[in-house]
């Protein structure tokens, strides 16, 4: 797919450096339980670690004891491209930011009692969290 931000892996991981390349640029996932935005409880507005583009809103954010941040919906369906991802020997959805193609995490359709039934679990290290003024 053709992003509005394209970069050569060279350019992004002097951008990112290693870690973040790592779960951004090569689909990578960090340990559950470690991300630094797991327990944020602010309001904010959750962006991507790699290009900045808005994400997810704080109000969408809940506890789902996964492990990584969730939440129920993106700011707009078209901030964040989902693909079928076959690796793991298993089906699940990938979501990637829209406007770079860096890897997010994944999202599925467990419910958890949200408006959506959506569960999109994010890697903390793959976004950037602005909290409200």
């Not at 944020?40 to 941040?69: H, M, V």
């Amino acid at each position: 797919m053709d992003y509005a931000i394209n970069k050569s892996n060279s350019e992004w991981r002097a951008e990112l450096g290693d870690e973040k390349f790592a779960v951004l640029r090569e689909a990578g996932t960090e340990r559950p339980g470690t991300g630094k935005l797991l327990d944020e409880e602010r309001a904010g507005i959750y962006a991507c670690g790699a290009c900045n583009a808005e994400l997810f809103q704080s109000g969408t954010k809940f506890e789902s004891d996964c492990g990584w941040p969730s939440f129920y919906e993106s700011v707009r369906p078209e901030a964040v491209e989902l693909l079928e991802d076959r690796s793991m020997g298993s089906v699940r959805t990938e979501v990637r930011c829209a406007n770079c193609g860096s890897h997010l995490g994944h999202v599925f359709p467990d419910g958890f009692g949200t408006p959506t039934g959506d569960r999109y679990c994010m890697n903390s290290i793959s976004l950037n969290f602005t909290p409200s003024k």
